[in-house]
């Protein structure tokens, strides 16, 4: 299990009074619920980078006030019987996550800028044939998939299936993936949402094709981060009377280039940007929602592969940061288990959520009741905890193989968003050629590396970014990368600059063209 902690080094209140009282109020609200278990103090511990005393003084007060149990060598669990003033729900903290009654989240007007719409189907994106040693981005590893579990869930769940394989069901999606789901993102990302917010859709892509048909996007501005995931930039170029990118830089959105005129739609992906992989800052969050707040503005978080950060404390999503209900929240289990099960959910305002199940049975039907239901016990069951746990050591691994290999053959390597996800962007050395250049040479060398506009990003100004490779490491064993990146650097040495016969990348957009004249690339 994962825990949103936010600890506030700076804070008058001590590291362990804050562990305390966070994790309490997480009891208190519903998030964490009789019976579950906690982090292990020492997973804790190096997660938050704190001393493990301070999480077991922690747990020991929480023990002694009777919020959980501690058995033995088991570990700690939710109290079976809670202290009295708990069995009341928190004051403005809503209903419990699963319950069907709406949260009590304030009965605020939704913006303006939502509505019924239609829209064009977005364009086919067609799969080139794989290399050798292939970077592509985003893709799990087959045999992370936990395949025994689910054979056995699977036959479990035919048995009692009774009428459900012969009838439609909720175009929302099933109830007890939605409390799952819901449950998930509470003790996680630190959102307080019922399971009437949540919309199971076929992964990301078709929670943002949903959002589009409930957002005003002819009458306003669609924002964008510069670069972006290509799939939402296909779209909204696809429907968007007004489409506005913003650029990205070290630290995430540039937040301060939004405009203020007019409410508007901002697409962003504050955990993990893609393709850059920058974190947005919490100053940075935090201005976003007063942006969204006083523009009255809407903002859709995709949140697509916030399951595995590395390096630093899990972070909370933007719209568990949200009061004013303006975040729309996308995510996937594409990246945790699998895209070939097609599921991935969106979670929208409550007083959206009756329009967003109209929205979705204008869509389609539903997704398959058979997946649904297997993936509802895995979460619930505490086996997909267990199974991140393991997907997250086998991608740390490559990760630092990929990060080694890199310095070893080129020296300090030049990597972003490290720290998370599934891939990094690497800023090729000085001298070498474009990046189009060297993915095309790659691939004559059946090695698959990527340039943004072909990695799955979408680049509004293709020529500023000439010297960046977007390199998914997730799918190829440590052996691979490192004969992978070995070629790689042969490659690269074969294509320096000598004697002046070529140039170095310019940023006019011309390097490109010229170095592929010179070296016979056509």
Known sequence: MDLALALDRDSDDSLQAQIFEQI???????????????????????????????????????????YIQTRGTAG??????LPDELLQVDAGSGERAGTNKDAARGAEKPSPLLCFAGYPASPHLPRSIRPEYDFWVGRSEPSTFPVKTWRRLTVRKLLSAGFNLT??????????????????????????????QVIITSGSQDGLNLICRLVDRQKHPIFIENPCY?????????????????????????????????????FVTPSHQYP?????????????????????????????????????????????????????????????????????????????????????SQMNSGQAWLEQAVLAEFLTSGLFDRHLRRTRHVYKARRDCLRSSLERHFGAADLFGADAGLHVVWRLPPGSPPADVVERAAREKSIGV????????????RTSRQDLLVLGYSSLPERDIERAVQRLHQLLESLKVENGRAKPARKDGLASSAWMANRGVH
């Open 24 to 66: 309490r109020s997480m009891i208190l609200k519903g998030r964490l619920k009789s019976g579950m278990k906690l982090p292990p103090s020492r997973l804790l511990a190096e997660s938050m980078a704190i001393s493990r005393n301070t999480v077991l003084l922690a747990y020991e007060r929480l023990a002694a006030e009777g």
């Open 76 to 81: 700690n669990f939710i109290s079976l019987v």
């Open 167 to 196: 009838e439609y069901g909720d175009p929302a999606g099933l109830e007890e993936l939605r409390i799952a789901i819901a449950n998930h993102l509470g003790r996680s990302r630190g959102m307080s949402i019922t399971m009437d």
């Open 230 to 266: 290509q799939g939402a930039a296909y779209l909204f170029q696809s429907i968007a009377s007004e489409l506005y990118p913003i650029p990205v830089d070290d630290n995430g959105l540039v937040v301060d280039k939004l405009p203020r005129e007019r409410p508007g739609v901002l």
């Open 276 to 360: 850059t992989g920058a974190t947005l800052s919490l100053q940075r969050r935090l201005y976003l929602l007063r942006w969204a707040e006083e523009t009255n503005s809407v903002i859709i978080e995709d949140d697509y592969d916030s399951d595995f950060r590395y390096d630093g404390p899990p972070l909370t999503a933007l719209a568990g940061l949200d009061r004013s209900n303006c975040v729309l929240y996308l995510g996937t289990f594409s990246k945790s288990l699998g895209a070939g099960l097609r599921l991935g959910y969106a979670v929208v305002p409550t007083e959206l959520a009756k329009s967003a199940r109209v929205v979705k």
């Open 450 to 461: 990527y340039a943004l506009h072909s990695g799955a990003a979408h680049d509004f100004d």
